[in-house]
């Protein structure tokens, strides 16, 4: 019979269509939120603490005595290009790589040499990795199986870890008889099956197409939260992490650049790699002025700027050569200048989205073309009606260094 166990006993709901041999039943009640309201009285969440990590493959050196902490329950992701190191890291968290240097702590308990299977961490793949010839109640008890929990237990927890993804009904069909965000979902319930202290994921979405990944991802946030799992999720894509992390590091070389809110990364990147990573972005290269109030001031090809530093450690000095960066959603087109951060110029190739259009902005001094993203589009189409002003607050100007 199924239950939960809290402050010393045991909760049974009355089910239904009770069957001995199956591993799933039919409640009459929502076990996945009987779940969650005792997991959470009793939950202890975990930080993830990296100190001075280092791991290396013969002479490449993949990362590069790394220092970051994750926070209890938070949702964090680590996003660079192919070869930067996130993979790597991710899984010496999961046991699969030891590092030559450094140290990982769950919480208070340095597990940078504990094996895998001793870290109860939950790991999710790029691929489905579900046996073909399994149940999806099957698949999920695997790792319970191995784990030698009582039959009773495996057959309680696996109904709760598929109700908690709305899997329950499926519980008896094959993975080839479900679409690829069911097998997904299956995927999560194994991960989250086992009570793991932190959740690993590693590139989960790819294999889905845009409109399934759009929906797991949603999905991915809420079961993390709902159960306060402490998860580090792994992934190219940018729009991913912005819209569910709640914060992010960006790698390169082995090497964290930047760790911050999907806004702050967004909005102040400290470099010019990661501007150009997450989202498009206009650079302009120019020498500074001075400050300018507020702001600093910027002599470039196409006209004067003022902007802000993206790294509050960055203070360039007069005369020093540094690279602006602008979004392309944050200019705005006109027949007039607005303000400071004005340059003249005339729209060339554009494509038109309906709710946005995208254009070449060729500026009249210099030269250079810069994106411009303009929200309702106005001016598709006029490119031979004469000069605009491509105009900027001085807030979205973000002053990088070369």
């Known amino acids: 019979m199924s239950g939960v166990w809290a ?7 009355r089910a239904r269509n009770c069957n001995m041999e199956k591993r799933v039943y039919s409640f009459d009640f929502d076990p996945a939120e009987f779940l969650l309201s005792e997991a959470r009285r009793n939950l202890r969440m975990i930080s993830i603490r990296i100190q001075n990590l280092a791991k290396r493959f013969g002479t490449a050196v993949a990362l590069r005595n790394l220092d970051l902490v994750i926070e209890p329950g938070e949702l964090f992701f680590l996003l660079g290009p192919s070869g930067c190191g996130k993979t790597t890291l991710l899984r010496s968290m999961a ?5 030559e240097e ?13 094996a895998p ?16 010839h399994m149940t999806l109640a099957e698949n999920v008890a695997f790792g319970l199986e191995e784990r030698k929990v009582p039959k009773a237990e495996i057959k309680r927890r696996v109904g709760e870890a598929l109700e908690s993804v709305r899997m329950g009904q499926y519980a008896e069909r094959k993975p080839n008889q479900l679409s690829g965000g069911q097998q997904q979902r299956v995927a999560l319930a194994r991960a989250l099956v086992i ?6 994921l590693d590139e989960p979405l790819s294999n889905l197409d845009a409109k399934l990944r759009l929906e797991m991802r949603t999905e991915i946030r809420r079961v993390c939260k709902e159960f306060k799992l402490t998860t580090v999720y792994v992934t190219h894509d940018q729009k991913e992490a912005l819209s569910i992390s709640d914060r992010m590091a960006i790698l390169e070389g082995g090497k964290i650049l930047q760790v911050g809110s999907p806004k702050d990364v967004y909005r102040r990147p400290v470099c010019r790699t990661v501007a150009h990573f997450i989202g498009e972005t206009d650079f302009i290269t120019g020498r500074v002025l001075g400050p300018d109030g507020d702001f600093i001031a910027v002599e470039t090809p196409i006209g004067r700027f003022l ?4 790294d509050a450690n960055f203070k360039p000095a007069a005369g020093a050569e540094v690279t602006l960066s602008i979004r392309p959603e944050c200019w705005k087109l006109g027949s007039e200048p607005r303000g400071h951060n004005a340059v003249r110029g005339r729209i060339g190739d554009s494509v038109y989205l309906g709710e946005v259009a995208q254009y070449d902005f060729v500026a009249a001094a210099g030269g250079a073309t810069l994106k411009i993203y303009e929200l309702n589009p106005r001016f598709v189409g006029t490119a031979s009606d004469g000069d605009l002003f491509a105009s900027v607050d001085a807030d979205d100007v973000v002053i990088l260094g070369t």
């Open 307 to 310: 902007g802000v530093v993206g």
């Open 102 to 114: 450094g140290s990982i702590l769950f919480g208070d308990e340095d597990v940078t040499r504990l």
């Open 95 to 99: 046991g699969f790589y030891i590092p």
């Open 195 to 200: 009570r793991p202290r932190c959740l690993l």
């Open 117 to 132: 299977h001793k870290r109860n961490t939950g790991m999710m793949f790029q691929s489905y990795a579900l046996w073909p």
């Open 7 to 13: 402050q010393g006993n045991w909760f049974v709901p």
